[in-house]
């Protein structure tokens, strides 16, 4: 019987084993999408409790809790860490084949040396004290638990308001901390709040009268994010729509309204994001940011939820609706100017993986290799067989040799062993493939594939260029 995450975990042919352990364990890792609060990281923050430390900010963990019976206030309400974490520990025999059974168990074992322990209320105990133990050393601050993991790049996820200081005090360091250009609240001008957040953008650049001064004021932030070692930008579309764009005397007239706090209609919304998208992708381009698009939640399902707890709670779910004709003419505007930058392409539908994959078929010039991504299994989706899925779809219909890879999409600092988790998956993967004759016997192709996915290419996008 093979061992619990043993040494070979996923690796079940030779070549497998191999090429993980000799080609893509150790390779450093590009961050390049996730939710890490920057002042964290610049400040090298500890933490007093492992309940803390892991438990705060991971809607992962708190959906199994809630599964597994855990009343609120023992995930993110008023009860102390010890009794958060002994909740999570009891949750976790009831957890067993959901990833973060085996992230959870990955992060106790490669940073806290609790190889082999399997978190139960038996071994709670043991494993709190010997993790809270250790936090007050120097390699477990936020910038120590990033090198343990040798990790080259974090990018971070940050509003075009933000003021980027942390970034700033980050300049120089070996461990690379970029901001990525996020201006979803620009975007949803149906918002509530869009007419505050407007004024908060006028604050940090000039007034907006107009549509084309909101795209000055947000150029300008976009120079200041590239000031600050910026490469990317991203999108969060919970639902892509095929609309035209307004002339630009509706869309003035549709953001005067809406700076008034006016309604706006869903049409006129529409309009607006068409708008915006593509007045964005050309920035893009013109400054070699790359564009992600993260599509398909619905967000914030449970009204419980969020009238409690608010965003970003654990409420979210796939949506199951069309993309390939929003979504490709939202990018063939751009391309028919050839002012279509890098893009990635996430989908939160797992059966949107073959369309995502011949979209970005679709819009590949040849500038660059892969230079339209369908990116990685996300959320849902970063599974075993999601991520599986989601190589195999690439492979067929496109070149997994070109992928970009894994990243966290995390706001948590334990997460970084799951790209230990997506190299184990690939590098199984390319063993089958190779043992049954469906790719060269050839060492040298098959490093290269591997450590191209793993890490070149991301570095080549996001450290390199």
Not at 126 to 141: C, D, H, K, M
Request: net charge negative.
């Amino acid at each position: 019987m093979t061992m619990f995450l043993g040494s070979d975990f996923l690796l079940d042919t030779a070549t497998a084993r191999r090429l993980f352990h000799e080609v893509a364990r150790d390779l450093p890792i590009v961050d390049y999408h996730n939710h890490l609060p920057p002042n964290e990281i610049a400040e090298d923050r500890h933490w007093d409790t492992l309940g803390e430390m892991w438990l705060a900010h991971d809607h992962y963990k708190w959906r199994v809790m809630r599964w597994a019976g855990v009343d609120e206030d023992r995930i993110t309400g008023t009860a102390r860490w010890r009794e958060k974490f002994d909740a999570f520990a009891g949750a976790m025999p009831r957890a067993l084949l959901n990833p973060v059974h085996h992230w959870s168990h990955l992060e106790l074992w490669r940073y806290f040396g609790l190889d082999g322990t399997i978190l139960s209320p038996k071994t709670a105990d043991r494993v709190w004290e010997t993790a809270n133990a250790q936090l007050s050393e120097p390699g477990f601050g936020a910038q120590g638990l990033l090198r343990q993991m040798n990790v080259e790049l974090v990018g971070t996820t940050d509003d075009p308001i933000d003021t980027l200081e942390h970034h700033a005090a980050m300049r120089g360091s070996d461990l690379r901390v970029v901001p990525t250009f996020r201006p979803d609240k620009s975007i949803q001008i149906e918002a509530p709040g869009f007419s505050d957040y407007l004024k908060k953008l006028e604050a940090h650049t000039h007034p907006v009268q107009c549509f084309d001064d909101l795209i000055a004021a947000l150029e300008r932030r976009m120079d200041h994010f590239v000031a600050h070692g910026c490469r990317a930008s991203d999108h969060g579309i919970n639902q892509l729509d095929a609309a035209e764009i307004p002339s630009a005397a509706v869309l003035d007239e549709v953001l005067r309204r809406a700076k008034a706090g006016k309604n706006v209609s869903a049409d006129e919304a529409a309009g607006h994001r068409a708008a915006m998208y593509d007045a964005l992708g050309r920035a893009y381009a013109k400054r070699n940011l790359v564009m992600q698009l993260h599509m398909s939640a619905v967000r914030n399902g449970s009204t419980r939820l969020m009238q409690r707890l608010g965003p970003d709670s654990g409420g979210d779910i796939m949506r199951d609706v069309d993309l390939a004709g929003p979504l490709t003419r939202i990018l063939d505007r751009l391309d028919r100017d050839e002012a279509l930058p890098r893009t990635v392409l996430y989908g939160l539908d797992p059966q949107r993986n073959p369309v995502l994959a011949a979209v970005a078929g679709t819009f590949q010039d040849g500038s660059q290799a892969g230079k339209i991504q369908a990116g990685a299994a996300w959320w849902f989706n970063d599974t075993l067989d999601g991520m599986e899925d989601q190589m195999r779809s690439l492979a067929n219909i496109g070149l997994l040799s070109t992928f970009l890879g894994m990243l966290t999409d995390s706001r948590s600092f334990l997460s970084f062993p799951r790209h230990e988790y997506f190299r184990r998956l690939l590098c199984g993967m390319v063993g089958r493939w190779a043992e049954t004759g469906h790719l060269p016997d050839d060492e040298d192709i098959l490093d290269g594939l591997v450590r191209g996915i793993c890490y070149e290419n991301a570095r080549d996008w996001f450290l390199s260029s």
